[in-house]
């Protein structure tokens, strides 16, 4: 799984921090969307795609490399 | 209840399409289908008051999902075909090129549409804003005109104001609050936000009642106020809040009262639910039957009611949330803040114009407001609104 990000749809909502705190964060500053790793492990997947999918403004797309 | 054999979704928005994908990624593998009255792939709405009307954003930016994530998500998509009725007891939706679809479980997930004027079907120069479409067509107008007159003084009306001024119009912003948003921000952020909008020449009518248009040879020449007066504009737009798409059901037998009404598990009757805009719902937390017309709801919402499909049986019972970017501004709201309640500015500044605040209300919070803070702000409301919510369930 490889994740990206698109900083510019980022609306700060947090909800993928909720959902997947290992993999996303939020800076501080302006509460854009920060990656922490884009390629995690397996084990995390199943929240990924759920960041990925409640977050409120799309910012988050994964391609699912096997 | 057994898992479903076939799911389907009727509409094909961010609530729509939320749901189909709730579905798959908590393993449900059956048959699944949305269908949607507009020919375009789902896209999202809160880009088009803002990215899309100022043409920062080409208009397939506001897709919410790419074509290969559409392709993944193995569902039939069923577009540029609007359902006209329902028989509940089939679990069988006519649409309007007369399919009928039957499926195990059926979600209505058709939106809200804006709320008009008299007089305003076939005038040149009015423009609500709720598609792509509208997005795209005002956005035209904008580029040609003198002076915009935004009829309505919510969220969008207020972000309409604030792009079109950013494009170089003139804008006057007209409503009956005294303040833009006063509704959803309270006094205080209201107020703060007005004084953005008229720092940026936004001219912002406060108090005041939109009646009608004004129009000469099929154009509009300006908005009609209820104590008579006229607010001159070659371009209105009209943001006088919206209705839900419900008129498809009315034979249905289901209860619709502002929405279609549903019990605590987003449920409308056996095996029918609602979600999105449209869905109005027993919230346990709040209250009383609660509608919510935000984009973080229709995921949120979407989530409760496919887990509910899966057999969860799962009250929905969120915090309610929603940001707005206005000229500098981006505000996140968590909860609700009552005029009455007690604002608390715990960081930052309201001077600077980056704080986050806490409402409280009888003691206790309710809301968090973040301006220009939104990490801040989620953070709070985990550890006021949530937290304490799951220490009084779990005692």
Known sequence: MKITVDEEKCCGAGSCVLAAPEVFDQRDEDGVVVLLDAEPAEGLHAAVREAADVCPAAAIALSEQA | MSTPAGVL???????????????????????????????????????????????????ERAHVRSGD??????????????????DVAARTVRSASGRDLTADAVVVATGVRPRVLPGQAGLRGVHVLRSL???????????????????GDGVLGAEVAATARGLGVEVVLAGPQSAPMEAQ?????SGLLAELHGEHGVDVRPGVAVEGLASADGRVTGVRLTTGDVL???????????????????????????????????????GIYAV????????????????????????????AVAANILGADLPYAPVPHFWTDQFAARVQVHGVLPADAQVDVVEGDIASRRFAAVYERDGRAV????????????????????????????S
Not at chain 2, 185 to 189: H, K
Not at chain 2, 232 to 255: F, I, R
Not at chain 2, 375 to 391: C, G, I
């Open chain 2, 367 to 394: 809301g968090v407001l973040g301006w220009n803070m939104p990490k801040q702000a989620r953070l709070l409301r985990q550890r006021h609104l949530v937290e304490p919510r799951a220490a009084a369930v779990d």
């Open chain 2, 133 to 151: 479409d509208d997005a795209l067509a005002l956005r035209v107008r904008l580029l040609g005109a003198r002076r915009l007159v935004v009829a």
């Open chain 2, 232 to 270: 001159d504009a070659d371009v209105v737009v009209v943001a006088l809040g919206a209705v839900p798409n419900t008129d498809w059901l009315e034979n249905s037998g289901l209860m619709l009262e502002n929405g279609v009404v549903c019990d605590s598990r987003c449920s409308a009757a056996d």
């Open chain 2, 276 to 303: 999105g805009d449209v869905a109005r719902w027993q919230h346990h937390g709040l209250g009383g039957l609660v509608r919510l017309e935000n984009r973080t709801n229709a995921t949120e919402q979407a989530a």
């Open chain 2, 69 to 86: 994530a559409l392709e993944r998500l193995d569902a039939r998509l069923l577009l540029g075909d609007a359902a006209v009725s329902l």
């Open chain 2, 185 to 189: 921000l309270g006094p205080l952020a």
């Open chain 2, 9 to 59: 979704v009727v509409g094909a928005s961010a609530a729509g399409l939320a749901t189909a994908e709730a579905l798959r990624r908590k393993g449900y593998r059956g048959a699944l289908t949305v269908l949607g009255d507009e020919p375009h792939v789902p896209y999202d709405r809160p880009p088009l008051s803002k990215q899309v009307l100022a043409g920062q954003w080409e208009p």
